[in-house]
């Protein structure tokens, strides 16, 4: 009996080893689902686009689109989430350019046609290589760039924002860090000893001064509700939370006329703090 005891724990505690050893080992393949090759572009939709080269600070070369914006409008930032690549960003492309905004949006290393891996500091690169190539390139100034991310593209979003000067911030069913993030999926594993990422929004949001909006759906699958709340939350500066409803990877269209009306408030609200800098 206690030896037939004794191997039933061995074989227990084999098996969570083994689960333990492959969530470590393949932690970029679950993170990390990148889509090569870039089949539709914004002249699907009939909108006129610039193919934009880019070099990051540690020579990575990546790809995006860039949408002049209509007048003396906003320009949007967009850190986009962790599956595909910018072609299946189309819809929110349309959404925001048909509004009158600019609109760059970028592939991470390893996505798309940008070249490399994908690695969390590699993201943080490319978004700098984005936001400068606005402001150097376009001329486009600071307080007209609006950083936006969604989903794992909210936390990279909102470690830009924290490094450089920017109008606003939107964050789109973001999550609070990457190790809560399985803590939530996998709560009987140490995540803590086991996660080779960090994408710690909450902690970045620390250094984000100027006014940020969140949006989350209280029906998003993938990332808790209260992750946005708690990130809302945490950060002290101006802020407003717009809930959304619909799954994770469509509220933004389920809540279509919210989604475009808190946008609308926020950029107005924006416009009245920055116009005089113009």
């Not at 973001?174 to 803590?192: D, H, L």
């Not at 619909?246 to 920055?274: A, C, E, M, Q, T």
Request: neutral net charge.
């Amino acid at each position: 009996m206690v030896s037939a005891v004794l191997y039933a724990i061995g074989a227990i505690l084999f098996v969570y080893w083994a689960v333990g050893m492959i969530l470590y080992f393949m932690q970029s393949k679950f993170l990390y689902k990148p889509v090569k090759g870039v089949v539709y572009t914004p002249e699907e939709l009939g909108i006129e686009f610039e193919n934009v080269n880019l070099t990051a600070d540690d020579g990575a070369e990546t790809r995006g689109w860039y949408i002049p914006p209509q007048g003396n409008g906003y320009t949007i930032l967009f850190c986009h989430g962790n599956g595909g690549n910018i072609m299946h960003r189309l819809d929110t492309i349309n959404l925001l350019s048909e509004m009158g905004l600019g609109f760059f949006i970028f592939d991470y290393r390893g996505y798309g046609d940008s070249k490399g891996k994908t690695t969390e500091a590699g993201t943080y690169l490319d978004a700098g290589a984005a936001y400068r190539w606005l402001n150097n390139q376009k001329q486009i100034p600071e307080h007209r760039i609006v950083v936006f991310g969604r989903s794992l593209g909210a936390s990279v979003a909102a470690y830009l924002a924290g490094k450089v000067n920017c109008g606003g911030v939107v964050l789109e069913n973001a999550f609070t860090s990457y190790i809560a993030m399985g803590q939530r999926i996998y709560p009987y594993m140490p995540v803590k000893w086991f996660a080779k990422f960090k994408y710690d929004t909450k902690k970045y949001l620390e250094s984000v001064s100027c006014p940020i909006l969140f949006f989350h759906s209280k029906d998003d699958e993938v990332v808790p509700y209260e992750f946005g709340r708690e990130l809302f939350e945490s950060v002290e500066c101006d802020k407003r939370f717009v809930d959304l409803f619909g799954k994770h990877n469509n509220s933004f269209l389920i809540s279509l006329d919210i989604y475009k009306k808190g946008w609308v408030d926020f950029l107005g609200y924006l416009y009245g703090l920055h116009s005089k800098k113009d």
